[in-house]
């Protein structure tokens, strides 16, 4: 209280020179200090007026606070650093500041925000029209990658708002700049986004290659500093969903390999997004294999993760898998409760991405509390957003609504029907066995209440005797336990 007495007292100007001293001193002698503490210097030469200095040592400490996962702090000195920034003159050195840290504040409200929100949306276009300027001064970046890293980032946002034909184009264009330059990065980078837009628009073969040449470029001594450039380490990235990829393609040992090794790399790198990044499709895949203890365990650690991080778009994903836990624990009721909240959590963030898998899950629910109708809405809706062109959970979107068909007091096995074989066909024109095996499951009991088992024997065990591994997993200890009763 004395002290800020005291400093209350003095008048501006000594105080700013007080304060330009500090900083000053702090600099020159305290190099540890300077480097660990930027936002200290920050502080002091704001106050010392010295706004040059200011801005910079702001940049570093929101450069800083994202490398550290500290995404909230990030946010707040990145945005010191671009207001002080536009009280300046401009230069050619200034523009290209801005452009950095502005590119930089969008990553780090992507991950406060979530992806699609409008706010990130701002910060990139905000982004474009500061490289518009440079190119029509003539002021290329100086950073090679900052180019990569916004169409990364805008890439991001159509991802999780689900626009294909866009999510298409810029990878395009990053694999375009890749090749044109011969860079390593943007090429791995551009390799890892063809990936994703192939595989969530149903083309989960092709899908495959591109992650395999992503992770071979990778170089772990070189790379993973680019963590925070790039969402998260673009290694850990890629077989998170090469591990979704061989799942869907009927490889679970593989695909639990490859989530596994992807979350041991994110613990050694220790960056809170990458880990978060990494769980999420842990908890998928365990879940996938029918391993639902892990998985909710899991969920809660990124729920636990996400809040301690501010991660507002991380805490909203693991809510929707803690509501998806419920449903798949014979609790429909918590199901219905936790879904119905977490959606419209992640809908405000903007988000339609794997919509139509969370409706699935409502859906089911719903069905089982009795409430047809509204399992049938969520159906319906699910259906319309798939249509945007996410279409690698068609055939399970269409399983789970056959077996919606057969429940309540109206059971239609003629419409259960139809859409089991929708499935089937979907599945094995997508090439996805793992959809295929639950559609074929789906169609073998109903032909078997049907009177018809050696129909329903036949259609299972052609995909049943495709499978090389996994046979531990629930979905082929129910196939082959199925195969069994129809033999009987």
Not at 119 to 142: N, T, V, Y
Not at 145 to 165: C, D, H, Q, R
Not at 275 to 289: D, E, F, G, K, P
Not at 363 to 383: S, T
């Amino acid at each position: 209280m004395v002290q800020d007495a005291v400093y209350g007292t003095l008048l501006r100007e000594p105080r700013r020179a007080l304060h330009a001293r500090l900083a000053q001193t702090i600099e020159s002698q305290f190099a540890e200090m300077t480097e660990s503490q930027p936002e200290l210097l920050a502080r002091h030469y704001t106050e010392a007026g010295l706004m040059e200095k200011a801005v910079d040592f702001w940049g570093k400490a929101g450069q800083r606070s994202l490398a550290r996962s500290a995404v909230v702090e990030a946010c707040e000195q990145l945005n010191r650093a671009l207001d002080l920034l536009a009280t300046l003159p401009q230069t050619s050195a200034s523009r290209r500041q801005q452009l950095k840290l502005q590119i930089a504040l969008a990553n780090a409200l992507m991950q406060v925000k979530g992806y699609a929100a409008p706010e990130p949306k701002a910060a990139f276009e905000q982004a474009r029209l500061f490289m518009e300027r440079a190119e029509a001064l003539g002021e290329p970046p100086e950073d090679p990658l900052l180019l990569s890293s916004f169409l990364w980032g805008v890439w991001s946002a159509n991802f999780v708002k689900f626009n294909g034909e866009a999510m298409r184009s810029l990878a395009s264009q990053l694999m375009e700049l890749a090749e044109r330059r011969g860079a390593k990065v943007p090429l791995m980078v551009g390799h890892r986004l063809i990936a994703m837009s192939a595989l969530h628009t149903g083309d989960i073969a092709g899908s495959r290659s591109h992650f395999d040449r992503s992770i071979a470029l990778y170089d772990p001594a070189e790379h993973r500093a680019l963590a925070p450039r790039f969402g998260q380490d673009i290694r850990v990235a890629a077989l998170s969903f090469r591990g979704q990829a061989l799942w869907l393609l009927g490889y679970p040992e593989l695909a639990l390999a490859d989530v596994e090794r992807s979350v041991t790399d994110a613990q050694e790198i220790n960056h809170g997004p990458t880990s978060m990044y990494a769980l999420v499709r842990l908890v998928i895949i365990n879940t996938q294999c029918g391993n639902y203890a892990a998985a909710i365990k899991l969920t809660d650690e990124l729920v636990a993760l996400a809040t301690q991080m501010g991660a507002g778009f991380w805490k909203a994903y693991g809510m929707l898998w803690q509501g998806i836990g419920s449903a798949l624990t014979d609790d429909p009721r918590t199901a219905v409760q936790n879904l119905t909240s977490a959606v419209d959590v992640y809908r405000s963030m903007g988000s339609t991405l794997n919509l139509p898998e969370y409706l699935r899950y409502l859906a089911k629910a719903h069905a089982q509390l009795g409430q047809m109708d509204d399992a049938w809405r969520c159906v319906d809706e699910a259906i319309t957003i798939m249509r945007s062109g996410e279409t690698w959970y068609e055939a399970e979107l269409h399983r789970v609504s056959g077996e919606i068909a057969l429940m309540g007091g109206n059971s239609d096995t003629e419409k259960a029907e139809a859409y089991f074989q929708h499935a089937v066909s979907v599945a094995r024109q997508q090439q996805v066995k793992s959809w295929e095996l639950r559609a074929a499951m789906s169609m073998a009991r109903l032909w078997r209440d049907q009177g018809k088992p050696r129909q329903a024997r036949e259609l299972l065990a052609s995909v049943y005797g495709w499978f090389t591994e996994g046979f531990d997993t629930l979905d082929l200890k129910e196939a082959k336990a199925l195969l069994e009763a129809l033999a009987m």
